[in-house]
Protein backbone atom coordinates (compact mmCIF):
# COMPACT_ATOMS: atom_id res chain seq x y z
CA UNK A 1 0.00 0.00 0.00
CA UNK A 2 2.98 2.56 0.51
CA UNK A 3 3.88 2.92 -3.23
CA UNK A 4 -0.09 4.01 -3.87
CA UNK A 5 -0.22 6.15 -1.17
CA UNK A 6 2.12 9.17 -2.12
CA UNK A 7 0.32 10.21 -5.23
CA UNK A 8 -2.99 10.09 -3.76
CA UNK A 9 -2.36 12.24 -0.75
CA UNK A 10 -0.48 14.67 -2.69
CA UNK A 11 -3.82 14.59 -5.13
CA UNK A 12 -6.04 15.43 -2.55
CA UNK A 13 -4.57 17.76 -0.80
CA UNK A 14 -4.34 19.34 -4.21
CA UNK A 15 -7.66 19.49 -4.35
CA UNK A 16 -8.51 20.47 -1.03
CA UNK A 17 -6.69 23.28 -1.83
CA UNK A 18 -8.43 24.15 -4.98
CA UNK A 19 -12.04 23.80 -3.66
CA UNK A 20 -10.75 26.18 -0.39
CA UNK A 21 -9.68 29.03 -2.78
CA UNK A 22 -12.87 31.08 -2.81
CA UNK A 23 -10.83 33.47 -5.65
CA UNK A 24 -11.11 30.84 -8.34
CA UNK A 25 -14.29 30.87 -10.70
CA UNK A 26 -15.71 26.57 -11.34
CA UNK A 27 -14.10 26.69 -14.38
CA UNK A 28 -10.72 27.85 -12.85
CA UNK A 29 -11.12 25.61 -10.02
CA UNK A 30 -11.60 22.65 -13.02
CA UNK A 31 -8.60 23.72 -15.07
CA UNK A 32 -6.38 23.85 -12.05
CA UNK A 33 -7.69 19.83 -11.09
CA UNK A 34 -7.19 18.49 -14.13
CA UNK A 35 -3.72 20.02 -15.19
CA UNK A 36 -2.62 18.73 -11.77
CA UNK A 37 -4.62 15.19 -12.69
CA UNK A 38 -2.55 15.03 -15.58
CA UNK A 39 0.82 16.59 -14.52
CA UNK A 40 0.89 14.03 -11.75
CA UNK A 41 -0.57 11.28 -13.58
CA UNK A 42 2.40 11.48 -15.81
CA UNK A 43 5.16 11.72 -13.03
CA UNK A 44 3.60 9.17 -10.79
CA UNK A 45 2.22 6.38 -13.84
CA UNK A 46 4.20 4.05 -12.24
CA UNK A 47 2.82 4.56 -8.53
CA UNK A 48 -0.77 5.20 -10.05
CA UNK A 49 -0.43 2.05 -12.09
CA UNK A 50 -0.26 -0.26 -9.11
CA UNK A 51 -2.91 1.74 -7.49
CA UNK A 52 -5.13 1.13 -10.96
CA UNK A 53 -4.45 -2.50 -11.51
CA UNK A 54 -2.91 -4.60 -8.35
CA UNK A 55 -5.84 -4.18 -5.76
CA UNK A 56 -6.60 -7.86 -6.50
CA UNK A 57 -3.15 -8.19 -4.99
CA UNK A 58 -4.15 -6.41 -1.78
CA UNK A 59 -5.70 -8.06 1.29
CA UNK A 60 -9.60 -7.45 1.70
CA UNK A 61 -8.77 -5.41 4.59
CA UNK A 62 -6.58 -2.86 2.25
CA UNK A 63 -8.77 -3.40 -0.80
CA UNK A 64 -11.31 -1.55 1.04
CA UNK A 65 -8.60 1.15 2.13
CA UNK A 66 -7.72 1.43 -1.52
CA UNK A 67 -11.52 1.84 -2.32
CA UNK A 68 -12.76 4.79 -0.01
CA UNK A 69 -9.46 6.67 -0.73
CA UNK A 70 -10.31 6.42 -4.38
CA UNK A 71 -13.76 7.09 -4.02
CA UNK A 72 -12.74 10.07 -1.91
CA UNK A 73 -10.83 11.51 -4.58
CA UNK A 74 -13.57 10.95 -7.20
CA UNK A 75 -16.18 12.80 -4.75
CA UNK A 76 -13.63 15.44 -4.26
CA UNK A 77 -13.63 16.12 -8.24
CA UNK A 78 -17.27 15.88 -8.99
CA UNK A 79 -17.69 18.79 -6.29
CA UNK A 80 -15.31 20.99 -8.45
CA UNK A 81 -17.11 20.04 -11.70
CA UNK A 82 -20.33 20.58 -9.82
CA UNK A 83 -19.16 23.93 -9.57
CA UNK A 84 -18.47 24.59 -13.17
CA UNK A 85 -22.31 23.34 -13.59
CA UNK A 86 -23.47 25.59 -10.93
CA UNK A 87 -21.20 28.92 -11.32
CA UNK A 88 -22.72 30.28 -14.71
CA UNK A 89 -19.60 31.41 -16.29
CA UNK A 90 -19.41 28.34 -18.99
CA UNK A 91 -21.98 26.01 -20.42
CA UNK A 92 -19.19 23.11 -19.71
CA UNK A 93 -20.94 20.28 -18.28
CA UNK A 94 -24.11 21.51 -18.88
CA UNK A 95 -26.39 18.80 -19.02
CA UNK A 96 -23.93 15.91 -18.37
CA UNK A 97 -24.17 14.26 -15.29
CA UNK A 98 -21.75 15.04 -12.62
CA UNK A 99 -20.40 11.51 -11.87
CA UNK A 100 -20.32 10.50 -15.88
CA UNK A 101 -18.19 13.90 -16.56
CA UNK A 102 -15.55 13.34 -13.46
CA UNK A 103 -15.24 9.22 -14.65
CA UNK A 104 -14.69 10.54 -17.93
CA UNK A 105 -12.41 13.27 -17.11
CA UNK A 106 -10.15 10.64 -14.70
CA UNK A 107 -10.51 8.07 -17.12
CA UNK A 108 -8.82 10.45 -19.91
CA UNK A 109 -6.20 11.44 -17.64
CA UNK A 110 -5.93 7.45 -16.53
CA UNK A 111 -5.39 6.53 -19.86
CA UNK A 112 -2.07 8.14 -20.12
CA UNK A 113 -0.69 5.36 -18.06
CA UNK A 114 -0.99 3.00 -21.20
CA UNK A 115 0.68 5.64 -23.76
CA UNK A 116 2.33 8.47 -22.09
CA UNK A 117 6.27 8.22 -22.21
CA UNK A 118 8.45 10.70 -20.82
CA UNK A 119 10.72 10.24 -23.96
CA UNK A 120 8.17 10.51 -26.34
CA UNK A 121 7.16 13.33 -28.04
CA UNK A 122 4.25 14.29 -26.03
CA UNK A 123 4.94 16.44 -22.53
CA UNK A 124 2.83 16.97 -20.02
CA UNK A 125 2.17 20.18 -20.78
CA UNK A 126 0.98 19.49 -24.76
CA UNK A 127 -0.89 16.87 -23.22
CA UNK A 128 -2.97 18.82 -21.20
CA UNK A 129 -3.16 21.38 -23.62
CA UNK A 130 -4.67 19.32 -25.63
CA UNK A 131 -6.93 17.27 -23.53
CA UNK A 132 -8.25 20.61 -22.04
CA UNK A 133 -9.57 21.65 -25.61
CA UNK A 134 -11.48 18.55 -26.30
CA UNK A 135 -13.21 19.00 -23.01
CA UNK A 136 -13.71 22.72 -23.45
CA UNK A 137 -14.12 22.98 -26.91
CA UNK A 138 -14.54 19.58 -28.35
CA UNK A 139 -18.36 19.93 -29.16
CA UNK A 140 -18.03 23.45 -30.85
CA UNK A 141 -18.97 21.73 -34.31
CA UNK A 142 -21.92 20.44 -32.91
CA UNK A 143 -23.17 23.63 -32.38
CA UNK A 144 -22.81 25.01 -35.81
Same mark, same amino acid.
Given at each position: ?????????? /????????????? =??????? #?? $?????????????????????????????????????????????? /????????????? =??????? #?? $????????????????????????????????????????????
Amino acid at each position: MGVMDKPMKM /RMNFLDEIMKNAH =LSGPEKF #KQ $AFKSQVFMTCEFRDHINVWLTEIRSLSPHNQGIYNRKRKEYELRFE /RIVREVQEDGETD =LFKDIDP #KI $ATLAVLGMSNWLLKWYSPDGSFTPDAIFDAFYLLITQGSIADKT
